[in-house]
């Protein structure tokens, strides 16, 4: 079975992710770090954000065991991620990797922008995760406190609306809900409850198969 997971910055897609293939006993791969590995390496090597040979060159040999560099979290690789993923040649070098991860046994949960429309359309659950900004920012912010990061959340609030509104309104693999997935809003909703929300929508979709 393969489970994609799409939503805005922040919206607790990689968390989500995580349990689900944890309940399920499949692998995860949250592919917001692909994007993010990218622009780290440009931004090392001195290379533009939009310098599209050397991006994709950098794509496709890319190390997914520097998956884990703490780097990769902050908010300016985050922001840089988001304007390396808009090229199109960029994200194409990236399909496959994405599309092996899904299909490999015993099952997948991917998470990101464009899984349930573009790398997996024929996903067997979609869920698109979203929370109200405000709420987010507020997460996002204590998140970065707990690792010893200072964050001042109006910061952290504009930099996911800009990175939002730029991942929905680039040509390429816009980040959008697929037509059949389920919309899951944790605004209200802590960790544990929007577990059991999305595992309610698997199984719910599960034993409309049988
Ligand atoms: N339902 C929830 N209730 C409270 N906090 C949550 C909830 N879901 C996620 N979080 C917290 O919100 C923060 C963002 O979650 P997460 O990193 O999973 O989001 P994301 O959508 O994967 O982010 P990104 O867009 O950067 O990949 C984390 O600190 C996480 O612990
Ligand atoms: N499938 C995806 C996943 C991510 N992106 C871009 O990467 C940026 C960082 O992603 P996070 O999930 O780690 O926040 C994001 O803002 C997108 O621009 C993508 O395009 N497609």
Redesign the pocket.
């Given at each position: 079975m393969i489970i994609a997971i799409d939503?805005?910055?922040?919206?607790?897609?990689?968390?989500?992710g995580k349990r689900l293939a944890h309940h399920y006993g499949y692998r995860h791969l949250?592919t917001?770090v692909i994007y993010r590995a990218v622009a780290k390496a440009l931004l090392d090597e001195g290379f533009d954000l939009t310098d599209e040979a050397r991006a994709v060159a950098v794509a496709m040999e890319l190390d997914p065991e520097k998956f884990g560099h703490p780097e990769l979290k902050t908010q300016r690789i985050?922001d840089a991620a988001s304007v390396v993923s808009a090229i199109p040649s960029v994200r194409e070098a990236l399909v496959n990797f994405q599309r092996q991860f899904a299909a490999g046994p015993p099952g997948a949960v991917l998470?990101g922008r464009d899984i349930g429309t573009v790398i997996c359309p024929n996903a067997d659950v979609k869920i698109f995760?979203v929370a109200d900004p405000q709420v987010?920012a507020r997460?996002?912010t204590?998140?970065a406190r707990a690792r010893g990061e200072e964050a001042d959340e109006a910061l952290v609030l504009a930099d996911i609306l800009k990175r939002d509104e730029r991942d929905r309104n680039r040509a390429a693999a816009p980040l959008k809900a697929a037509d059949d997935a389920h919309v899951l809003d944790?605004s209200n909703?802590?960790?544990e409850?929007?577990v059991r929300a999305a595992i309610a929508i698997v199984e719910a979709v599960r034993a409309q198969r049988k």
């Open positions: 939503g805005p910055a922040a919206s607790g897609k990689g968390t989500l949250d917001g985050g998470d995760v987010r997460r996002r204590l998140e944790n909703l802590d960790i409850a929007g």
